[in-house]
């Protein structure tokens, strides 16, 4: 499967973006999608997951109440929908599919896309 992160931007603090990550060559639904960000200077963390067995979801402490992760199936696209943002959110957001267990942790990733930068800045 191959995987495309879009949607990163320039925001102000307190905004929203949508971000997008949408798959070709296989169906979404028979992975667990998780999102992950990396700011600069700081290791890779991971932000939310949706599970491919029963749809559930988790998030980081950082974004609880705040991002909502969901999935799309006639898009084949699995969002990552950011309120509230805040400066520390600035990150390069990267979205990654795991097809053999249902974890959500990187280094079980089998497929990552291309980083979209999000910038959360006045």
């Known amino acids: 499967v191959q995987l495309q992160a879009s949607g990163g931007g320039l925001v102000e603090p307190g905004g929203s973006l949508r971000l997008s990550c949408a798959a070709s060559g296989s169906t979404l639904d028979y992975y667990t999608i998780g999102w992950f960000r990396q700011a600069p200077g700081k290791e890779r963390e991971g932000v939310s997951c949706?599970?491919?067995?029963?749809?559930?979801?988790g998030y980081a402490d950082s974004v609880k109440g705040r991002f909502t992760i969901f999935r799309d199936k006639a898009r084949n696209t699995v969002y990552l929908q950011m309120n509230g943002l805040k400066p520390e959110d600035t990150a390069v957001y990267y979205c990654?599919?795991?097809?053999?267990?249902?974890?959500?942790?990187?280094?079980?990733?089998?497929?990552w896309g291309k980083g979209t930068q999000v910038t959360v800045s006045s």
């Open positions: 949706i599970s491919r067995r029963d749809g559930s979801t």
């Open positions: 990654a599919a795991e097809g053999v267990g249902n974890s959500c942790n990187d280094s079980d990733m089998d497929y």
